[in-house]
């Protein structure tokens, strides 16, 4: 890993020098593990607090921080940039030698079928599957043990990582990246009830997935009944999310880890599904909707809404329901202590031969 001065990684990122250009640096490192030597990098207020205790040799900002991070630590040599994430992955590159080429051609061990169409400068690694008049684009890349079922459709400059595994007649866009040991294709989760048995209805569907998607390690997306599941251009997707047969899948969605979404659900753009969410079949939420983690969605939702909780409500009178459940040892004391005051006060007024008639509800509502 060789060094380089703060001049030339300025150079790299055309950023503007605030400090001592001549600095050397050796690496890139995050805030809370960058050490002397190393460059970090300051995107939002919580790194910039960071900045006053790590004892790196230059930082990346943006105009916007570049006057805080000269209070936090007025000696640190800066480089300011438009976007101070995408600089740090280019410098942090650069310093660890780049990345390796990449390799091109059809390995003798994978499997193509005679019938498939390969595009050009595609990489298709020893045990790939390439069946029956399936398409790959130009500038994909196979990676050991991928399948790609018949008739299926691979757009240019896919990656299909290890064991990713394409049903027959599964469509994807260009630029789509899927991760290890996902599954995309497979049945939906349909039967129905026919003499005391659970029948299956046949998933005759397909599968069809837009530009610009990634998809995490082991999803698992199923094929429509008997139309697609549709997943919208740039959305991202977690690992260990399911997605069941028929949805349509809005553009821009970002759907976090362990989400489950049942048959037959809509998501509109923009929407944000955090960890663990689990939404119920045939389910509609509307654009830019934002859903907490563990929520359990069983309506459908307007657009614009933030939901939390399950089920899951507004955000406002669910942090109320939090905090009135945050209160409820304190609340069980409180009637403990009420019934034992009551318990000596009933003890005392039959010492002292008083009887203690019940309140009417008259009464009661007239002292409220």
């Known amino acids: 890993m060789a060094s380089t001065t703060l001049e030339q990684i300025a150079s790299i990122v055309n950023g503007r020098i605030v400090g001592n250009g001549t600095v050397s640096i050796a690496d890139a490192r995050p805030v809370e593990i960058a050490g002397p030597g190393d460059i970090t990098f300051i995107a939002d207020d919580r790194v910039a607090r ?23 630590a007025p000696d640190l040599p800066l480089v300011e940039v438009e976007d101070p994430l995408d600089a740090f992955v280019k410098v942090r590159t650069h310093l660890r030698g780049g990345e390796p080429p990449r390799w091109v051609g059809i390995h003798p061990k994978a499997y193509i079928a005679a019938t498939a169409k390969i595009g050009r400068n595609v990489a298709i690694h020893p045990f790939a599957y390439v069946g029956e008049y399936a398409e790959i684009g130009d500038g994909s890349t196979l990676f050991p043990g991928a399948v790609v079922q018949s008739h299926c459709v691979v757009g240019k400059d896919c990656v299909l990582h290890a064991n990713v595994v394409l049903y027959d007649e599964t469509s994807l866009g260009d630029r789509v990246e899927v991760h290890s040991g996902t599954v995309i294709g497979s049945d939906g989760f349909g039967y129905r009830l026919k003499e005391g048995r659970h029948v299956k209805i046949p998933q005759t569907g397909t599968v069809e997935i837009a530009d610009d998607v990634e998809i995490g390690a082991n999803c698992t997306i199923d094929r429509g009944t008997f139309e697609a599941t549709t997943i919208g251009e740039g959305s991202k997707i977690d690992n260990l999310v399911m997605i069941g047969h028929n949805n349509q899948i809005g553009q821009h969605n970002m759907i976090c880890g362990q989400v489950g979404l049942a048959g037959s659900c809509k998501t509109g753009d923009y929407v944000v599904l955090a960890g663990q969410v689990g939404v119920k079949d045939h389910t509609e939420i509307g654009d830019k909707v934002i859903i907490g983690a563990q929520a359990g969605v069983h309506r459908n939702v307007p657009s614009g809404q933030q939901l939390l909780g399950s089920p899951a409500m507004p955000i406002r009178e669910q942090r109320r329901i939090f905090q009135m459940i945050a209160r409820l040892p304190e609340m069980h004391q409180q009637v403990r202590e009420l019934v034992a005051a009551m318990e000596r006060i009933k003890i005392l007024a039959a010492q002292a031969g008083v009887s203690l008639a019940p309140m009417e509800s008259n009464t009661l509502e007239e002292t409220s």
């Not at 960071?50 to 936090?72: D, E, K, M, N, W």
Request: proline fraction near 9%; hydrophobic fraction near 50%.
């Open 50 to 72: 960071a900045l006053r205790a790590c004892p790196a040799s230059a930082a990346l900002v943006g105009p916007h921080f570049r006057t805080r991070a000269q209070v936090i």
